[in-house]
Structures are given as structure tokens and as C-alpha cells.
């Protein structure tokens, strides 16, 4: 039985909570930011999968070797716009260096794998960062990093767009990962293999989509422009499991085994370089002091 205690006294105040640290953003999406994403995803959605949106027999399916082109023009011009709107809501110059200093990275990273059974280590990097740096530096961060590694490689074609697009989604969906402030150790690991893993094999196959109606035409699983949809999924299922599974076998081994050899250390590096950057906080020049000069 607890005595009470005496008149006038007050009872000792109990300990106080650790506060819990929020994740420091990079960029903080804004409105214009939210809608340029969804309008820059939905024409992504069409330009990726418009032999299945489209009816048999339209003029897009009978177009189908001009279609890719059409969209990469589109697509290009797209995604600049979106990067556009999300550094006019928040890209700042520290933000700006550190995009830079992650897209070298990451573009000097494609090479080592190129050709190599789709070992492509790049990929760790992007889930990594996005992770740490939230879904609209992902975004920005992905598509940048495919441009560059792009220009790097000669890589440059009607597919470059489709890339820097799907990029930008595979980083930005780890930034949108849940839990941000509060998973740690070995469950966030867990998640984000998972999340590369899953990631690595939707990229191959996404991108599948975009050559898929013009590089196997004539072929006995190539795109139909009459057939029904379920047929012309039938055809690009064997095309895909045919020309890119093992790529992205690959690809997804690759992304598990260095999230969880290096991903702690490199999660612990970007954590620390973003508090250091304090990105949130403006940043301001003040006039020097006066210099009092004898007479």
C-alpha cells in the first residue's frame, strides 16, 4: 500500500522519454511535386504498357515500331520537368551536392557489372540512398544516376528515358518503405533485400515492356497487334522468361548479398552525412565583421 505523500510536496516527475530522431529528408514533396510524380507515372504506365491497354486493332497497336519512340520523347521530356519541380520545392545546395556526389557513385558502379550476367551493384546503392533520403530525392536521385551512367557507358538510345523512369520509381519506392524512423538492425536489412530483391526482377521486366513490341516482331512470341490481350501476355511472358531471367537473377542476388555485407556500414554513413548536412536548416551567409584599420 502506497502512502501519500505529505501536503504541499510534489511527486517526483517521471523520467523523461528518448526522444525519437525523424528521418531528415532531402526534399519534402510539396503539391506541385506530388502531381508532377503522378502525371510523370501515368504517362510512364502508358508508355510501358500500352500494348495491353490498347484494343486490338487501334491505331497505337498498328504503330507499334513508332510507339517506343513517341513515348522516350515524351518521357524525357517528363521527367525533366519533375526534377525540375521538385528542386523549386526544396532541392537546396547541400541536397544538390550531395545528388551529385551519390550519382557519380552510382553511374562509376554500372560498369563493373555491364555484360556480366546483370551484376549490377548500382542497384544496392539506389535502395540504400532512397532508403535514407526519402522517396523524392530517390526519385531525382534514380533517374539522374541512369542519365549519367548512360552518357558514361554510350548507352544512350530510344530506351534511355524508359530507364531513367524506371530507375526513378525502383529508388523512389524504397524511400516510401515503412517505418523510416523507427526499423533498425537486422528487420530493416530484411526489408530492404526484400524490397532490391522483388525490385530487380519488376525493373527487368518493366523494361522488357518497352522492346518487347519492336524487337521480336515477326517472332513466335513477339507482339501481335490483332491478337487479344491474354495472348499477347502469353507472348511476352515467354519473351521475357527467354531473353532476361538470368539477368535479373543476377541483378536481385547481387542487390541481396551486399545489402546485408555492406548495408549496415553504408546505412550508418548516409544517416551521418544527413545530420551533418542538416538539410532543413537554410542556409545563410552573414556580412563579415568590420576590419578596424589604424589610421
Not at 495491353?52 to 518521357?75: C, I, K, M, T
Not at 519541380?85 to 554500372?110: C, D, H, N, Q, Y
Amino acid at each position: 500500500m502506497t502512502r501519500p505523500a505529505p501536503a504541499g510536496s510534489e511527486a517526483p516527475a517521471a523520467p523523461a522519454a528518448p526522444a525519437r530522431r525523424r528521418r531528415a529528408r532531402a526534399v519534402r514533396l510539396g503539391p506541385r511535386s506530388v502531381a508532377a510524380l503522378v502525371l510523370v507515372g501515368a504517362v510512364g504506365v502508358a508508355g510501358f504498357g500500352w500494348p495491353f491497354l490498347a484494343p486490338p486493332g487501334s491505331r497505337v497497336s498498328a504503330h507499334a515500331q513508332d510507339a517506343p519512340w513517341l513515348f522516350a520523347g515524351l518521357l524525357v521530356l517528363l521527367v525533366a520537368v519533375v526534377a525540375a519541380t521538385i528542386a523549386e520545392s526544396g532541392l537546396g545546395p547541400k541536397a544538390v551536392a550531395m545528388l551529385g556526389v551519390l550519382a557519380a557513385t552510382g553511374a562509376a558502379l554500372r560498369p563493373l557489372g555491364a555484360g556480366t550476367a546483370g551484376l549490377e551493384p548500382m542497384f544496392f546503392l539506389m535502395v540504400l540512398s532512397g532508403r535514407v533520403l526519402g522517396p523524392g530525392f530517390g526519385f531525382v536521385l534514380g533517374s539522374v544516376t541512369m542519365f549519367a551512367s548512360a552518357l558514361l557507358t554510350g548507352g544512350v538510345g530510344p530506351w534511355m528515358p524508359f530507364q531513367m523512369l524506371a530507375m526513378g520509381w525502383f529508388t523512389m519506392g524504397a524511400g516510401l518503405l515503412p517505418f523510416p524512423d523507427r526499423l533498425r538492425g537486422r528487420a530493416e536489412l530484411l526489408m530492404l533485400a526484400g524490397y532490391g530483391c522483388l525490385a530487380a526482377f519488376a525493373y527487368g521486366a518493366v523494361m522488357n515492356l518497352q522492346g518487347w513490341p519492336f524487337m521480336s516482331l515477326g517472332s513466335g512470341i513477339g507482339f501481335r497487334a490483332d491478337a487479344p490481350v491474354l495472348t499477347n501476355l502469353a507472348h511476352f511472358a515467354a519473351y521475357h522468361l527467354a531473353t532476361s531471367l538470368g539477368w535479373d537473377l543476377g541483378r536481385a542476388v547481387v542487390t541481396v548479398v551486399l545489402t546485408f555485407t555492406l548495408g549496415p556500414t553504408l546505412l550508418a554513413a548516409l544517416r551521418r552525412a544527413t545530420r551533418r548536412a542538416a538539410f532543413e536548416t537554410p542556409v545563410t551567409f552573414e556580412d563579415p565583421a568590420p576590419v578596424n584599420r589604424p589610421t
